[in-house]
């Protein structure tokens, strides 16, 4: 598979998880493993674009495939504009939800359900912040979307 950009190839147990794959040998620890069981979302990433919970996907399904994790989101060093509307907004505390919450924000202004407050709500629901810091979450969601022009597509 492709992860971030790169090819690799890593002989796995076909029972591996890809958060646990990508958390093992190519050491991208920024995808969380909160639940493991596909309740909180901080182990969101994208792979061929879509939204996936690494926890419930198995590795072996994504021979071939593209993944990006949140260390890809930024592969220059400069921030992504979701990336840099979370700062903006202040929306996290301890940040443990935080790399799930913003790919699944990119995935969310990706897919054109950005457009107001309640769309976001609705299609970031599968991602849950301990601390609560949703309004943040929210408004971060709707500055990127607004500065990505793709809220409401
Ligand atoms: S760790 Fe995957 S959904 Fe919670
Ligand atoms: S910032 Fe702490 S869980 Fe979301």
């Given at each position: 598979?492709?992860?971030?950009?790169?090819?690799?190839?890593?002989?796995?147990?076909?029972?591996?998880?890809?958060?646990?794959?990508?958390?093992?040998?190519?050491?991208?620890?920024?995808?969380?493993?909160?639940?493991?069981?596909?309740?909180?979302?901080?182990?969101?990433?994208?792979?061929?674009?879509?939204?996936?919970?690494?926890?419930?996907t198995?590795?072996?399904?994504?021979?071939?495939?593209?993944?990006?994790?949140?260390?890809?989101?930024?592969?220059?060093?400069?921030?992504?504009?979701?990336?840099?509307?979370?700062?903006?907004?202040?929306?996290?505390?301890?940040?443990?939800?935080?790399?799930?919450q913003?790919?699944?924000a990119?995935?969310c202004?990706?897919?054109?359900?950005?457009?107001?407050?309640?769309?976001?709500?609705?299609?970031?629901?599968?991602?849950i912040?301990?601390?609560?810091?949703?309004?943040?979450?929210?408004?971060?969601?709707?500055?990127?979307?607004?500065?990505?022009?793709?809220?409401?597509?």
């Amino acid at each position: 598979m492709t992860i971030n950009g790169q090819g690799v190839e890593i002989a796995i147990d076909n029972r591996t998880t890809l958060v646990d794959l990508l958390r093992g040998q190519p050491n991208l620890t920024g995808t969380k493993k909160g639940c493991d069981r596909g309740e909180c979302g901080a182990c969101t990433v994208l792979v061929n674009g879509r939204r996936v919970l690494s926890c419930m996907t198995l590795a072996l399904a994504l021979e071939g495939s593209d993944v990006l994790t949140i260390e890809g989101l930024a592969p220059e060093g400069e921030l992504h504009p979701v990336q840099r509307a979370f700062l903006e907004k202040d929306a996290f505390q301890c940040g443990f939800c935080t790399p799930g919450q913003v790919m699944s924000a990119v995935g969310c202004i990706q897919e054109g359900h950005a457009g107001s407050a309640d769309e976001i709500k609705e299609w970031m629901s599968g991602n849950i912040c301990r601390c609560a810091a949703y309004p943040q979450i929210v408004e971060a969601v709707s500055a990127a979307a607004a500065e990505l022009g793709e809220g409401s597509r």
